[in-house]
């Protein structure tokens, strides 16, 4: 008898904006007619507990282990998988889920939760800043700002997402700072500079669209100031997924560099905001997470 597929799914009860979907009713209704499939629900308890519970079920050989939640959640999950034998599998309940996009998990939990039954699974890279692991992107300046501000605005969803970044927008000023990558040191302003392992920060706004998440490359994005006319071109390259060809930015790609900034800078990892910096250390690790991802249809 084939052995039954174990996957533990690790529940935010506190992430997105559809909080009021019952998920473990969905898992019982959409699961109980998968006989190859074993299954077990766990609730965070904490910022940071999904790394913990994700770490204890790879150990207890769970082949599957999925963030039900937001890009933090799938980063918490995602952290606490390194290095072990486990998957990353991801129902989307957040805001922006820009993973699961990249990675075209079905945003409908249904559909999302029949594919984990059946999936294909692929190696992604890792990138790290200043030692904090991230999947999709990670980034300082303006977008770690708007996150902060995000993070204390007291409502989620992407209304609110816009309502902070008009407002933060009047106020931020660009930081000159210095990068060094592959031998070669640019020095510049930095109004945003975007690390990206994946296209997009979520929500479809391709901040990187050529972005491959298994090139073992970083696609660097840096925009040196955004005055009124250069706000427009980039917002409509971020939604219309055109942005390098807009001329509104400037991209790199390597597998590492090294960032100095004339004061400190916020940056973010997977849209949450971390903290402050001066120095900044940006590498990629290839291949580093196995991810379940849907099975191509051919």
């Not at 507990?49 to 207890?60: C, F, W």
């Not at 990670?138 to 501000?149: E, I, M, P, T, Y």
């Amino acid at each position: 008898m084939p052995e039954k597929l174990r996957i533990c799914f690790l529940i935010n009860p506190k992430s997105g904006t559809n909080r009021r979907q019952d998920v473990p009713a969905l898992l019982t209704r959409y699961l109980a007619a998968e006989p190859a499939v074993d299954y077990e629900v766990r609730l965070t308890q904490y910022a940071g507990h999904a790394v913990e519970l994700a770490r204890q079920a790879a150990a207890e050989g769970f082949r599957i282990v999925v963030a039900v939640g937001g890009d933090g959640t799938v980063n918490e999950v995602g952290r606490g998988l390194l290095g072990t034998r486990a998957a990353l599998g991801i129902l989307p309940r957040g805001s922006g889920n820009g993973l699961a996009r990249h990675l075209r998990v079905p945003l409908a939990l249904p559909a999302a939760i029949r594919q984990l039954a059946r999936p294909d699974f692929q190696r992604i890279d890792v990138g790290h800043i200043n030692e904090h692991p991230f999947f999709c992107t990670a980034g300082l300046g303006f977008d770690a700002h708007v996150s902060k501000c995000f993070a204390q605005a007291g409502t989620r969803g992407l209304g609110t997402y816009v309502q902070v970044a008009l407002r933060e927008y009047r106020r931020f000023r660009p930081t000159p700072i210095t990068m060094t990558m592959q031998g070669k040191t640019l020095e510049t302003n930095c109004y945003v500079l975007a690390f990206a392992n994946a296209a997009q920060y979520g929500n479809n706004a391709y901040i990187a669209p050529l972005a491959d998440i298994s090139d073992g490359l970083l696609d660097l994005c840096l925009i040196d100031a955004l005055p009124l006319l250069r706000a427009v071109r980039v917002s409509l390259g971020l939604a219309l997924g055109n942005l390098p060809a807009s001329g509104a930015a400037v991209y790199h790609t390597c597998s590492q560099v090294q960032v100095r900034t004339a004061q400190p800078l916020g940056f973010h990892v997977d849209g949450d905001y971390v903290g402050d910096a001066q120095q900044f250390d940006v590498r990629l690790e290839p291949l580093a997470l196995e991810v379940a991802v849907p099975k191509v249809k051919l």
